[in-house]
């Protein structure tokens, strides 16, 4: 898949099985935030093909894609994007009344994602009156709380201070060994990867450029091993960042 | 250290800026001191007590809360459009949209009859459909929306453009639809200008005289507006003028009160 974004090209091939979760660093300006707006649909990828399981999300060459809402995808911003007029409880509810869940019941999960983020008593409380910590621990709740197919999770641990982001982390590596479509992390963090038995790469300049070892890397595609896909087939949600490059390289 | 103004005195104005300043404030606020000063209050109750006055007040405020409602209306998608849409020639449709503004009134109001009197260029069609405009309060309505929605519409433009997309991209990933999108972020987060917008178009429409009586007349009961009444009575009896004048005076100033803080842009 590649985007073209002023001076910036994106031009790489990921492929993250379901129920895994890979770790992208890099530099500022590698790249990274704009693979994962391009993924979630907020940018067009101008070339190749974007796919989770067997759901294509864009193809480029045929002229798919699917807008934004039809990815059902979790997105924890890095500038974090809580709405202002709402407060924590109903921008973590969000997703799910946009689903057509009721009130109630949204609130009430809203609330247990925030309770589990030590975030309970602000759950009344609005974005501007959160410390960017709380902010950034609502943001995760709010990508979490949507019922995702899969997850891409800019910075959620950054603006955390020592004691939250130890919690933070904890709910995270809970939550996401629950969670059994692929995620996408970016974060400058080892020990984040570590904690999530992550695969790793780093991005530069748009490209992915060294692949923790512990990947099978060929074929410029990004894979880790997957061993549930063979026990399970309805986990085949893997998501997929194809780039169809004059080479003819057609990922997998 | 950041220098304050004043403190050294360096931004001081010539001094004859002060006297200049002083003439041109007094040249603002005599003539309205001068409505309250001359306001007939021993006759005030009396005179308010008039049933042509009393319907001349709720006609006005009809017609500006229908003006407004008309342009909220059809103004609230025409902002979105100039604000989101890309099409060629956006820059002269804002234009378009924003010369009743600046149009003499008496020119709108002439305007309005070419597309809409008994010989203008829709007349014949409405009278075919039995409807004619001209000398009913729908022509006051029509007035007051002509000349007041475009201080509506580029208020919320200005708002609307002020809306960081990237929220709505956030609310959209979170499966939001385009309607649940305007409803929960984009509306919410434009509000101010929204609601100052609707503050200055009511305003506007209430004050709105030159296209009213143009188009519209001065019909008593139906389309004699307050502005309209206080030129009616200036020719009869000007104590009831200048008593209606310190009325809207006040409506003026609580208008202010009500953007007060608020960003006007129009």
Known sequence: MSVVRGDLRIQLALDVPAGSVLVIEGANGAGKTTLLATLAGHIAASEGRVQLGATVMEDVARGVRLPTQARRVGVCYQDRRLFPSLTARDNVAYGARSRGIDRKAARDAADSWLERLGMASLAALRPARLSAGQAQRVALARALACSPRWLLLDEPLAALDPDARAQTLDVLVAALQDFDGPVLLVSHERDVAQRLSAGCVRMERGRLVSVDPALDHRARNVRMSDDREQDDPVRDDRVRGVDEGKDGDNGL | ?266
């Open chain 2, 1 to 266: 250290m950041r220098l304050r103004r004043g403190d050294g005195g360096e931004g001081a104005a010539p001094s004859v800026f002060a006297v200049l300043a002083f003439v041109g404030a007094a040249f603002l606020v005599l003539p309205l001191a001068a409505l309250v000063a001359r306001a007939p209050w021993t006759r005030a109750a009396a005179l308010l007590a008039d049933a042509d006055l009393r319907s001349a007040i709720v006609l006005s405020l009809g017609v500006a809360t229908g003006a407004t409602v008309l342009a909220a209306f059809f103004g609230l998608p025409l902002a979105w459009w100039l604000s989101r849409g890309r099409f060629p020639l956006r820059g002269a449709l804002r234009a378009l949209v924003t010369l009743p503004m600046v149009l003499p009134p008496v020119v709108a109001g002439v305007a309005l009859l070419a597309a809409f009197g008994r010989r203008g260029l829709l007349g014949g069609a409405l009278e075919a459909g039995g409807l004619t405009l001209p000398f009913t309060t729908a022509a006051a309505v029509l007035a007051a929306a002509f000349v007041s929605a475009p201080f509506f519409v580029r208020s919320a433009e200005a708002g609307l453009s002020a809306v960081d997309p990237a929220l709505e991209a956030a609310a959209a990933s979170l499966g939001a639809s385009r309607w649940r999108i305007m409803r929960t972020v984009t509306l919410p987060e434009a509000r101010r200008s929204l609601t100052a917008g609707l503050v200055l178009c009511w305003a506007r429409a209430l004050g709105e005289f030159g296209a009213t009586i143009t188009f519209a007349g001065n019909v008593r009961g139906t389309t004699r507006t307050l502005p309209l009444a206080v030129f009616s009575a200036l020719q009869r009896d000007p104590d009831l003028a200048v008593l209606l004048g310190v009325l809207m005076l006040g409506l003026s100033l609580a208008v202010l009160v009500a953007l007060r803080g608020e960003e006007v842009r129009p």
